[in-house]
């Protein structure tokens, strides 16, 4: 496939020379016998698709044209008019669910290897992301709500520039040209659509327009926004696409694709286009092709539609059941029944994305109980049965501060999991929200940070088993009707080390709250909590991110930043000042040096949660902090250890989420 073959370029594509700033343009109508640059899971399928991803769960693919472009005339000028326009087909194998999409970028290099594989789309990481040093400009079809970007929906297009927060976005559609209303497109139905993006150099104006395959280019665009490209692209630029899955297992096809410089886009013969493989069936599966033709005849059409309907009806409802859950059986939810608890799992009933999946929420059938419901998209089967013996095991544990889980269904490829449903929702809603938004009072704050230790302090020591949470954050944490805090999400780092799939990229922890021997090492411990719990106190008494960008894009590590204060005296002034004031001094003190204390590097410094918890109370008096004890840079320790999420699958997560009885 990789050669380049003259005969095949007539057939396949129609490749013209070079693209240079005179305006050669490029027309590729499919992709056999092209020379594309491609990395990840990207790849040129035998029927001529470019394959971005292939249905495997958490990674990205890129695929560039080879050679660099010049976008500008002369070295100092400014960037020229460009077009670009192409055909793309999200696809996968659950009805409407697809993550997380696409994107068309012009950067300067085409080695995107410490991109992560979720929601940055292949295109940056947690540190890069927002940096102007990224010089890149990328429209983004995404189709995953990812709320850390401000996304609208689960269904926009957005233009980004050096960041995954998108300076403009829009529900997809486009605008009639009779009637110029506006007409909703699916990105993820499963059909081709045709995306058209032009800039004007003069009046630096960027214009997306995406439609379906049979439309003509809409005159009205669907996004028209003004910005200066000159002063995001560097000479010379690489053009093309980035993709990544997230934790469901889609695969983003582009079908053809033409560009052109200082004028408009070749257009792309939508009927010389490769097709899409067939709907609703794996792609290697030729048996539509087969049963297609026989069906002509219209009874077998009768009788076939009949049948995949009867199908359809129990393939809907399908779970995978095993012997040996006979015994977890209470347990087991049916998943008929979170199916109509969650309205069919419409979007309206989103609650939230994260790492595993989306959570929903939902009304169970015969109890009327609000529940969260998480769907978790998991490939294998290996391990399944300690892990549903271990979700059952921990359904038992129950606390005021613990996050009740009530039960689990299976799918095939998919793990359900239900939870008491939480009606303030996550702590970080209330910590970084807009400035008129309430946040929430000292007291508050204080009165949920004694109950997650109290909760941690359960899992750690006093229930039969020693769990370890393993993801401690403020976006675990939920509040019950009473702003109770109540820890979330325990256990579910285990399903990932049980998972086969060892180049998962997927980071079981989160980034500025992973203790530095569990980078180091991969193993998980109480005291790594204790860490995670550490970065927590201060997240709250702060109001500030354990790991944020500050305004000249340098990584600033919140557990540094407080240190810094400290040293000079001064740790008064970190405590978040929406607070305007009005928080107990004491009490502010006492959290911020006993989240110094658990966050400490050295782990025979951080105390355990029996003592953490005293500390809160008052019982004992917190231990003087020496400045000797104190003199280390957490930005050090994490650079020096190689402190980089996208290595750290494979080490991280292979300690016990349960330990042995006591
Ligand atoms: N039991 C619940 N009740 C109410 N809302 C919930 C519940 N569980 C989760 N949510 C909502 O869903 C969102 C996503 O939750 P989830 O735990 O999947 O993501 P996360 O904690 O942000 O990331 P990660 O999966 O990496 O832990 C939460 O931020 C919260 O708003
Ligand atoms: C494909 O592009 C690469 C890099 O530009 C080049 O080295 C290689 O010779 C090209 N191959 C063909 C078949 O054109
Ligand atoms: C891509 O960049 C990384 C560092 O970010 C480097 O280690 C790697 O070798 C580069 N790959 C290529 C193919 O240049
Ligand atoms: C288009 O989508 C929006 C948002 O999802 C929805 O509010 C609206 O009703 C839809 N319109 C049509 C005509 O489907
Ligand atoms: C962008 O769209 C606007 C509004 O339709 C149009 O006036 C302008 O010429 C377009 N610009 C480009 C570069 O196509
Ligand atoms: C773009 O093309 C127009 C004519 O189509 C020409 O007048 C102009 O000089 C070109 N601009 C650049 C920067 O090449």
Redesign the pocket.
């Known amino acids: 496939m990789k050669f380049f073959l003259p005969c095949l370029l007539v057939s396949f594509g129609l490749h013209l020379a070079t693209i240079s700033a005179d305006g050669n343009p490029l027309l590729y109508l499919g992709f056999s016998s092209t020379n594309l640059s491609m990395d990840g899971t990207a790849t040129i399928t035998p029927s001529g698709l470019l394959e971005l991803t292939n249905g495997i769960v958490n990674r990205k693919g890129h695929a560039f044209y080879p050679d660099p472009l010049s976008f500008r005339k002369s070295h100092n000028g400014k960037v020229q008019s460009f077009s670009v326009s192409f055909v793309f087909g999200i696809r996968s194998s659950y009805l409407s669910m697809t993550q997380h999409g696409l994107a068309f970028v012009v950067a300067p290099s085409k080695n995107f290897s410490d991109a992560l594989a979720n929601q940055y789309l292949g295109l940056t990481n947690t540190v890069k992301n927002g940096n102007p040093k990224n010089h890149f400009f990328a429209v983004e079809l995404d189709t995953a709500l990812s709320i850390e970007f401000k996304d609208i929906n689960a269904n926009h297009v957005g233009i980004n520039i050096n960041d995954l927060n998108s300076i403009e976005s829009s529900s997809a559609g486009y605008y009639d040209d009779k009637s110029d209303s506006f007409q909703n497109l699916s990105l993820n139905s499963g059909d081709a659509m045709q995306v058209w993006v032009d800039y004007g150099g003069e009046a630096k104006q960027i214009n997306v327009t995406i439609a379906p395959l049979e439309k003509e280019k809409p005159v009205r665009p669907l996004i028209s926004k003004t910005h200066d490209l000159s002063m995001v692209l560097q000479e010379p630029a690489y053009i093309g696409f980035s993709s990544s899955t997230g934790a469901v297992n889609s695969r983003h096809y582009v079908l053809g694709w033409s560009f052109s410089m200082n004028r408009s886009a070749p257009k792309i013969d939508t009927t010389k286009l490769p097709k899409l493989p067939p709907k609703g069936q794996k792609p290697q599966s030729k048996l539509l092709d087969i049963i297609l033709p026989i069906g002509t005849a219209t009874s077998i059409i009768v009788m076939g539609a009949i049948i995949i309907l009867l199908l359809r009806r129990r393939l809907r409802y399908a779970e995978l059941k095993e012997d040996w859950e006979t015994e977890f059986g209470p347990h087991r939810f049916s998943y008929k029944d979170l199916y109509h608890a969650t309205e069919g799992f419409q979007n309206k009933n989103i609650?939230?994305?994260?790492?595993?999946?989306k959570?929903y929420?939902g009304i169970l059938p015969s109890s009327k109980l609000n529940v969260?419901v998480?769907r978790v998209s998991h490939e294998s089967r290996q391990g399944m049965k300690e892990f549903i013996a271990e979700v059952v095991s921990i359904g038992r544990i129950r606390h005021r501060n613990l996050?009740q889980l009530l039960g689990y269904c299976r799918r095939k490829g998919e793990l359900l999991l239900v939870?008491?449903?939480?009606s303030n929702?996550?702590l970080?809603?209330y910590l970084y929200c807009e400035e008129n938004n309430p946040t929430l009072n000292w007291a508050q704050r204080f009165w949920v940070i004694k109950g997650i230790a109290s909760g941690l302090l359960y899992l750690h020591e006093k229930w039969e088993k020693v769990v370890i949470h393993r993801?401690i954050?403020a976006?675990?944490v939920?509040l019950d009707s009473e702003m109770n805090g109540r820890l979330?999400?325990f256990g579910l780092a285990r399903l990932y080390d049980h998972g086969t799939d060892l180049q998962t990229t997927h980071v079981v922890g989160?980034m500025g709250y992973l203790a530095p021997e569990l980078v180091s090492t991969g193993k998980a411990s109480p005291l790594t909590d204790v860490f995670a719990f550490g970065t927590f106190l201060l997240e709250v008494t702060c109001g500030k991110r354990p790991v944020s960008n500050d305004t000249d894009y340098n990584q600033e590590v919140l557990v540094d930043w407080v240190l810094e204060h400290w040293r000079k005296g001064s740790l008064i002034e970190t405590v978040d000042t929406r607070l305007r004031g009005y928080y107990n001094v004491d009490e502010a003190c006492l959290v911020l040096k006993l989240g110094l204390l658990c966050s400490h590097p050295f782990t025979n410094v951080r105390p355990n949660m029996h003592k953490v918890m005293q500390y809160l109370d008052c019982d004992l008096p917190l231990p003087e902090l020496t400045h000797a004890e104190m003199s280390f840079s957490m930005l050090t320790l994490m650079q020096g250890e190689g402190f980089d999420p996208y290595t750290l699958s494979s080490s991280i997560g292979t300690g016990s989420g349960i330990s042995g009885g006591r």
């Open positions: 609650l939230g994305a994260g790492g595993f999946g959570v929420k969260a998480k996050v939870y008491d449903y939480m929702g996550s970080d809603n993801d954050k976006s675990n939920l979330g999400d989160t």
